[in-house]
Structures are given as C-alpha cells and as structure tokens.
C-alpha cells in the first residue's frame, strides 16, 4: 500500500480534523470528497487497465496534411506543399520542410495519410463526439480506471496554456468541453489545473469561497497541515483512502503539476518559447495572442504531460489553443506563415518529448497522438490559405506498443481524400483505448454502461497491431 507518511507515524486528532475540513467534501468533485474519489478509484480491476498511458496532442484549428507529413511535391503549384519537402529516415517518405526534428525520428513514428475526419466542422470530435459516446476520452478513461491513481493523482487531466502562467489570455470551450464527461458521471471529469502552474492553485475551482476565498488562504492552510504533521502527532483509524487523498494536496499532485520542481536544465529543454517570440509573429492577426500563447507553452506543456505519465497518471489531453486554423483571413494567418507560428512549436516540442521518453525507457509505455478535428482544402485560396475540409487530415502516433517508422494508407494525387486503407474518427477511438484496456475483459467491471462499450470496442487502425 503506497502511504504518504511513514507507517510508524499517526495523525493526531487536531491535525486530522484540520485535514478534514479540507479533503470532507470541501474537495469534492460531482458531490464525492476526495478520499471518496481516491476509494473509487481503487475499485477498476487491474487486469482490464494496461500499464500504458495516452497523451493526445489535439491540433485545435485543424493542421493542414500537406504543410505537415503529406507533402505531396509532385502535384501541381497551387496543391503541393507551399514551404518545400524534407527527406526523413524513412526511405523514400518526405514531410513538410517545417518539420526537420520529427523528420529525423521518422523512424520512431506512425503516420497516418488516410485518417478522415469526417466533416469540415471546427469542434473537438478526437476527443468528443459521437465516436466517443460524447463523452471525453480522459472521463472514459476515468471512468474505467477510476478517477485517483495509487500516488493520490488524477488518472486523467486536460492541459491548456491556461496550466501556465505564461499566457497571454484564457483558452476557452468555445468549440467544445474537452473535460466532458457525458453520461458518465461528473467525478469521472478529466482534472483541468487553471493558470499559476500547481495543482494547489487549480485546486481553487473544487474550493467554495465560503471556505477558502483565496490561494494564499489555500497555501497557508496546507503549510499548516505539513508543518503540523512533520512536528508529530497522530490519529489512529485514518484509512488508506483518505492517506492517499493527503497525497493529493500535499505531495504528489503538486509536484506532478509544478515544473519548478523539474531540473531548470529539462525545462529549457522543452521550453519553446525562445524559438518564435512575438515580435516574429504578425500583430495584424486577431489571432496573435493565441501564437504567442502556442509558443510560449506548448514545449511546457508537453513536459508537464511527460511529469504526469511518469507518476501513473493514465491519460493526458493537451490542446494547442485555436492556432491551426491556417486559412488566411482577418483572424488567421495563412500555411506559410502558419508552418511557422504552429510548426515550429509543434515540431521541436513533440520531438523533445518523444526522444525524453526514449531515453528513460518509456517509449513502449506511452501513446502520442497528435491530431486536429479537420484538414485543409487541396487548392490554396487566393489569400494563401487553405480552406476547411473534413475528407483528409493528418494524423501522427508515436509509441504505446506501436510499430515504428510506418506510414499507414495513401491519399489521392490531390492530397484531397484517403486512396486506401480509410481510417476514421471510430478507428482512432478504437486504437487509443485498446492500447490503455483489455477491451474483452471491459465488461467484466460491474456495472459499465453498455455506451462506453460499444465506443471501446471499435476496430483499431488497420496495420499498426
């Protein structure tokens, strides 16, 4: 059993009763406190949950196929890519020039140049839609797994600039509810840690005012508790549950989500902010601040995923913000620009992260997704852009047991449609979750909603088992 104190120490009665008033219901979520969450929890049975997590990338605004990993340099101007070509370690497969790090981990990758995404709307569909259940995949996740892992964690957790305090404004749910947990029940929500960086400060919106009105309140109370403890005392009866429910206020999460606990040369690692600062991006675009907040976080945030992976949390999703929206109007730049303002990011932040997993021997245990909601018309528009379209997208994956260096099915000459192998929204559902459950053994679990079945049990995507 994973305690957060020695098992030669107890609680006194003062101590836990201050505790108490924090974790008795004042952290609950859809009515649990949070020892009844971390009970709930323990109630999946290991055989169905996988020792593998999922972090999906979603690619808000929607990438275009051809400036990624689909450039399609033999078609006419005005179609093929708009930046040029890049060879990668794959024989005889480019990508867009704007990619030269994923290029050359090409051989570590899963590119899809078949995946329809089914319509040419602005949404979250990889993460909810009909193919989901309408249900988040983190709360589906969640809701099999349970929502507190053993080290006191939120299994599943939604990452947006707003996690750091690096943003310019708020990302919204103007486009959908990423944390949406359906029918399936509010506990089951992915956790969603606000802007300041640790969990303690997310933690304000499960507090209601009447009880603790402010942060500084929040940390005074909880140094309170820590000091208290380290000084003595002791409280016999406290079960495990409301052990690892300290855990969650004290210890793991706070850690998990403060990269001020990671070594300073790892975070500029990842840190994707020196490569495009504002002054390299157009002020003309209404966009502007969305770019500064997707390089100012992006490569942070993929580093706070990896932090969570590596303490057992289950599923990740991290949103970009609405940055890929490439189409050139008054809101948004056009490819060429956008191949700079989203690529650069995107291309140095995702390889970072799935080289650090390679080099501490995770790759296997870790599925990257990364993948928008639509794709971009075959023919450039008079402005420059690309325009919305729901036949063609690009998908890349990356680890979980996948294999490597492949590309999965074609597209048509134009770049405008799948020529083989069509993969749909329902088959990446499918892939994500049998990589983190053993979907026959699902309905086993008492009580599973015959829904969230039929969503785990989708045909994975042909040629990646």
Same mark, same amino acid.
């Given at each position: 059993?994973?305690?957060?104190?020695?098992?030669?120490?107890?609680?006194?009665?003062?101590?836990?009763?201050?505790?108490?008033?924090?974790?008795?219901?004042?952290?609950?979520?859809?009515?649990?406190?949070?020892?009844?969450?971390?009970?709930?929890?323990?109630?999946?049975?290991?055989?169905?949950?996988?020792?593998?997590?999922?972090?999906?990338?979603?690619?808000?605004?929607?990438?275009?196929?051809?400036?990624?990993?689909?450039?399609?340099?033999?078609?006419?101007?005005?179609?093929?890519?708009?930046?040029?070509?890049?060879?990668?370690?794959?024989?005889?497969?480019?990508?867009?020039?704007?990619?030269?790090?994923?290029?050359?981990?090409? =051989? /570590?990758? *899963?590119?899809?140049? %078949?995946?329809?995404?089914?319509?040419? +709307?602005? #949404?979250?569909?990889?993460?909810? &839609?009909?193919?989901?259940?309408?249900?988040?995949?983190?709360?589906?996740?969640?809701?099999?797994?349970?929502?507190?892992?053993?080290?006191?964690?939120?299994?599943?957790?939604?990452?947006?600039?707003?996690?750091?305090?690096?943003?310019?404004?708020?990302?919204?749910?103007?486009?959908?509810?990423?944390?949406?947990?359906?029918?399936?029940?509010?506990?089951?929500?992915?956790?969603?840690?606000?802007?300041?960086?640790?969990?303690?400060?997310?933690?304000?919106?499960?507090?209601?005012?009447?009880?603790?009105? =402010? /942060?500084? *309140?929040?940390?005074? %109370?909880?140094?309170?508790?820590?000091? +208290?403890? #380290?000084?003595?005392?002791?409280? &016999?009866?406290?079960?495990?549950?409301?052990?690892?429910?300290?855990?969650?206020?004290?210890?793991?999460?706070?850690?998990?989500?403060?990269?001020?606990?990671?070594?300073?040369?790892?975070?500029?690692?990842?840190?994707?902010?020196?490569?495009?600062?504002?002054?390299?991006?157009?002020?003309?675009?209404?966009?502007?601040?969305?770019?500064?907040?997707?390089?100012?976080?992006?490569?942070?945030?993929?580093?706070?995923?990896?932090?969570?992976?590596?303490?057992?949390?289950?599923?990740?999703?991290?949103?970009?913000?609405?940055?890929?929206?490439?189409?050139?109007?008054?809101?948004?730049?056009?490819?060429?620009?956008?191949?700079?303002?989203?690529?650069?990011?995107?291309?140095?932040?995702?390889?970072?992260?799935?080289?650090?997993?390679?080099?501490?021997?995770?790759?296997?245990?870790?599925?990257?997704?990364?993948?928008?909601?639509?794709?971009?018309?075959?023919?450039?528009?008079?402005?420059?852009?690309?325009?919305?379209?729901?036949?063609?997208?690009?998908?890349?994956?990356?680890?979980?047991?996948?294999?490597?260096?492949?590309?999965?099915?074609?597209?048509?000459?134009?770049?405008?449609?799948?020529?083989?192998?069509?993969?749909?929204?329902?088959?990446?559902?499918?892939?994500?979750?049998?990589?983190?459950?053993?979907?026959?053994?699902?309905?086993?679990?008492?009580?599973?909603?015959?829904?969230?079945?039929?969503?785990?049990?989708?045909?994975?995507?042909?040629?990646?088992?």
């Amino acid at each position: 059993m994973l305690s957060f104190y020695d098992q030669s120490r107890r609680f006194g009665r003062r101590e836990f009763l201050r505790v108490g008033a924090l974790t008795g219901g004042a952290l609950g979520l859809g009515g649990l406190s949070l020892p009844e969450l971390v009970r709930a929890g323990a109630t999946g049975l290991g055989s169905v949950v996988k020792d593998r997590a999922v972090v999906l990338l979603h690619m808000q605004g929607g990438p275009s196929q051809f400036e990624t990993f689909d450039p399609k340099p033999d078609a006419p101007s005005g179609i093929r890519n708009v930046t040029g070509e890049i060879d990668t370690r794959l024989p005889g497969v480019q990508f867009g020039s704007g990619y030269p790090k994923l290029a050359d981990i090409a =051989d /570590r990758l *899963t590119i899809v140049r %078949s995946f329809v995404p089914g319509d040419a +709307s602005h #949404d979250i569909k990889p993460v909810v &839609s009909t193919a989901t259940g309408k249900a988040s995949l983190g709360a589906i996740y969640g809701r099999v797994a349970g929502p507190i892992n053993a080290r006191g964690l939120p299994r599943s957790t939604h990452l947006t600039p707003n996690a750091l305090s690096t943003t310019k404004e708020k990302v919204g749910d103007k486009f959908g509810r990423f944390s949406d947990p359906g029918t399936l029940g509010a506990q089951y929500a992915p956790f969603v840690p606000g802007s300041g960086g640790p969990l303690q400060e997310a933690m304000r919106s499960w507090l209601p005012r009447t009880r603790l009105d =402010d /942060r500084r *309140t929040l940390l005074t %109370s909880l140094d309170g508790i820590r000091r +208290s403890i #380290d000084a003595s005392g002791s409280l &016999s009866g406290m079960d495990r549950f409301q052990e690892q429910a300290f855990e969650v206020i004290l210890n793991g999460a706070a850690d998990a989500f403060d990269l001020k606990a990671e070594d300073p040369r790892m975070v500029a690692r990842y840190d994707t902010a020196p490569l495009l600062k504002p002054d390299q991006i157009d002020p003309k675009w209404k966009n502007f601040n969305e770019y500064c907040n997707h390089s100012a976080s992006l490569g942070k945030l993929m580093l706070m995923a990896r932090r969570l992976v590596e303490r057992g949390v289950g599923f990740v999703t991290i949103s970009t913000g609405f940055v890929w929206d490439n189409h050139a109007d008054v809101n948004n730049c056009g490819v060429e620009e956008g191949a700079r303002y989203c690529g650069i990011p995107f291309d140095h932040a995702v390889s970072t992260f799935l080289t650090d997993l390679a080099e501490r021997g995770l790759s296997d245990k870790v599925l990257l997704v990364c993948v928008g909601e639509i794709g971009r018309t075959p023919r450039i528009n008079a402005r420059g852009g690309r325009d919305h379209w729901g036949n063609l997208g690009p998908l890349l994956m990356a680890g979980g047991g996948l294999p490597r260096g492949r590309v999965i099915g074609t597209s048509t000459r134009d770049g405008g449609d799948a020529a083989d192998n069509v993969v749909t929204q329902r088959n990446l559902v499918g892939t994500i979750l049998h990589t983190v459950f053993d979907v026959g053994r699902l309905r086993l679990i008492p009580g599973m909603s015959s829904d969230l079945l039929r969503v785990a049990e989708a045909e994975p995507i042909g040629g990646v088992a």
